[in-house]
């Protein structure tokens, strides 16, 4: 019997789904079948805590906008409980402050929604092998915060004030969408949008939508 022979063949990685849009889920799933086992899947915070924990994946893959804290209340609540577990950030945001603050909160990686399966596939087991995985452009982020720049806070208390959605809709609006393509983006109606812009425009005591575009670009969140 040859060597090859003799060899147990590799075993397949237990991943865990957590995203607030069910049909990004179950494409997610159908996708990475091939690669790996998906155990579990979760909608919200209390829901994937409670189901991590429970079945104890190698690699979980967080979204990070989600409601009640999202990806980074997610985080919080398992490295003081199950710290094996390792994490990699799968979201449609690539702004900096987001980056730079799922991976202080402990994600090994941090990749974007435009990535393909076989890539995805390819990061997830980098993150069970232990390495750190990024999208290209993403990587000078947290080298610019834990490089050259390893004390700047990451907390920024007006920033604080808004709510996982009215980020959402901020950096929709300071990239220049209209608010029905901000509707359609977020599958929400053109009146939610406006309410969220409202709430905005009060929490940062602003008046117009291009001060609301500067104030996010200052913050590289566009």
Not at 84 to 97: N, P, Y
Not at 173 to 190: C, D, V
């Amino acid at each position: 019997m040859t060597e090859a022979a003799n060899e147990a063949p590799a075993r397949r990685l237990t991943v865990f789904l957590v995203d607030d849009h069910a049909m990004f889920r179950a494409g997610v799933r159908a996708e990475l079948g091939a690669h790996v086992d998906v155990v579990g899947e979760a909608s919200t915070v209390a829901e994937a805590v409670s189901r991590i924990a429970a079945t104890l994946p190698d690699v979980v893959l967080l979204d990070v906008h989600m409601p009640e804290g999202g990806g980074r209340a997610v985080l919080d609540a398992m490295r003081k409980t199950h710290p094996q577990v390792r994490f990699l950030a799968l979201s449609v945001s690539d702004a900096a402050e987001d980056v730079i603050g799922l991976i202080r909160a402990g994600a090994r990686g941090y990749v974007t929604k435009t990535i393909s399966p076989d890539e995805l596939a390819a990061a997830i087991r980098r993150v069970a092998d232990g390495d750190a995985v990024f999208s290209p452009r993403l990587a000078g982020f947290v080298l610019d915060a834990f490089a050259s720049r390893p004390d700047v806070p990451i907390a920024d208390p007006e920033l604080d004030q808004l709510t996982n959605r009215e980020r959402e809709v901020l950096r929709l609006l300071a990239r220049g969408y209209a608010y029905k393509e901000i509707a359609k983006e977020l599958y929400i109606s053109i009146k939610t949008v406006e309410t969220h812009v409202s709430n905005v425009l009060r929490k940062l005591q602003m008046s117009n939508r291009y001060e609301l575009s500067r104030w996010a670009a200052d913050r590289r969140l566009v």
